[in-house]
């Protein structure tokens, strides 16, 4: 209970046992505002004035409490809202520090990528499979074939390679591939950084029907689209 629902019932008291028959001074209150006569004041009242004041004070404590319960309810809601709003909240607190931790771990090997070299000047002893297998290179001897794709201007032979060239080292995934002699839509499809999956070649195929009339017979030096 409140500090002025308390004096409201405090002063009905006073009320009930107070005794008296003259007259106030006249002063009016209001107690839906707060205000209330002094004990000099309710000693000095009538019965009929003090039963009226009574009366008063009894009506302003049930409002009061009114307000109060409906406050309390009120408080009840909101609790309940809150915890619902809470039990939301804590899982889009668990997604976002996912969210979070995994932009890290792709921004570390993003920052490790762009570390890497984008050409290599060839040294006595390097041949295309040794190179590839360097592990700041692709760390697979297999993956040669990329290099000697990436520097077909520079490379006649792969068996054959010079100390002092410089390499081109691709690094992305491409988007578009030139086609050389012989090659196929399933052995372009098939290469690993185009799909490493020969059955995939149909995916190039739909995606350059305008430049692929025959798709079991490629031109050279056509520049096909790869779709990602």
Not at 38 to 46: D, F, I, P, W
Not at 72 to 96: M, S
Not at 97 to 116: H, M
Request: include cysteine.
């Amino acid at each position: 209970m409140s500090y002025r629902a308390q004096s409201i019932v405090v002063l009905a008291v006073l009320c009930l046992f107070a005794a008296g028959c003259s007259k106030t001074s006249g002063r009016k209150v209001d107690v839906a505002k707060g205000e209330y006569y002094s004990e000099e004041e309710l000693l000095a009242m009538t019965n009929s004035e003090r039963e009226a004041y009574c009366k008063a004070l009894d009506a302003e404590r049930n409002r009061v409490q009114g307000e109060l319960a409906l406050a309390q309810e009120d408080l009840v809601n909101t609790r309940k809202q809150i915890d619902a709003t809470r039990n939301k909240i804590t899982p889009v607190e668990k997604e976002i520090l996912k969210a979070e931790s995994d932009i890290r771990t792709l921004s570390g090997q993003i920052a490790a990528l762009d570390r890497l070299p984008r050409e290599y000047t060839v040294k006595d002893g390097d041949c295309l499979s040794v190179i590839a297998d360097r592990d700041d290179i692709y760390a697979a001897a297999s993956k040669w074939p990329r290099i000697y794709r990436a520097n077909l201007d520079k490379i006649e032979d792969p068996v054959w390679i010079y100390p002092n060239m410089v390499l081109m080292i691709p690094r992305e995934l491409p988007t578009e591939h030139r086609v050389a002699p012989f090659e196929t839509l399933e052995m372009i499809a098939g290469y690993w950084e185009v799909y490493g999956d020969p059955a995939q070649w149909t995916r190039l195929y739909e995606a350059n029907k305008d430049k692929v009339s025959d798709p079991t017979n490629l031109e050279p030096n056509i520049l096909l689209t790869i779709p990602r």
